[in-house]
């Protein structure tokens, strides 16, 4: 299962959280700013805001900054999307095995769901630092062998399609929750999972 936008509620923060280190930095940011990053790494946005607003730190230093916001909510704020306990305890209960691959850092996704108190319900949690990105199949291998569960029987849940094209495309079954962050591609996600679901009390229902 994929953390941010699938288990968590937790993508708008990611959407704003450059307005919020700028901010912390007594900084106006632009109006436009999350537009302007969507597409860059995190490198690439610490050195736009070395150019564009004149932060005198070396790149390293401001992603720290900004991972630094990112700890404090997931540590503090977060929470989960509506049905994601419900499912999780339903899953519990009937014997699935679940993991958590996300593409987050290892210590903000344990924060998560540590303040959310759904960590013990998962064998483990594996994420694109230690793997692989979710635009290539190793992450979700390695999960797979992990699990010791079979291909065909084992799902891959995520909102994101590229994530789930990979998986679908290595053989996984595939489960596409809706999220905001993704609306552009809810046809896509729709068309290519074995199931879609509007949120995850959707996806318990489609499932049981």
């Known amino acids: 299962m994929d953390m941010d936008g699938t288990l968590t509620d937790s993508m708008p923060q990611w959407m704003s959280v450059g307005d919020k280190y700028l901010i912390k930095q007594g900084i106006e940011p632009e109006p436009d700013l999350n537009d302007k990053l969507k597409t860059f790494s995190l490198k690439q946005s610490a050195e736009y805001f070395r150019s564009r607003y004149g932060i005198d730190k070396e790149w390293p230093e401001i992603i720290d900054g900004v991972m630094a916001v990112m700890d404090d909510y997931y540590r503090y704020d977060v929470v989960l999307k509506e049905g994601a306990a ?68 084992t799902w891959v849940v995520d909102d994101a399609y590229y994530a789930l094209i990979t998986a679908k495309n290595a053989g996984f079954r595939t489960a596409g929750i809706y999220d905001e962050s993704m609306r552009a591609d809810t046809k896509k996600i729709s068309h290519l999972c074995d199931i879609y679901a509007e949120n995850m009390s959707d996806l318990l229902e489609q499932m049981r």
């Not at 994420?127 to 065909?152: N, Q, V, W, Y």
């Open 86 to 153: 419900e499912f999780i305890n339903y899953a519990q209960g009937s014997g699935v095995k679940l993991c958590v691959a996300s593409s987050t850092e290892s210590a903000q996704v344990r924060m998560a769901l540590e303040h959310t108190g759904i960590i013990g319900s998962f064998e483990f949690i594996i994420t694109s630092t230690e793997s692989s990105g979710k635009d290539e199949p190793r992450i979700f291998e390695e999960a797979l062998s992990r699990l010791g569960t079979e291909k065909e029987n």
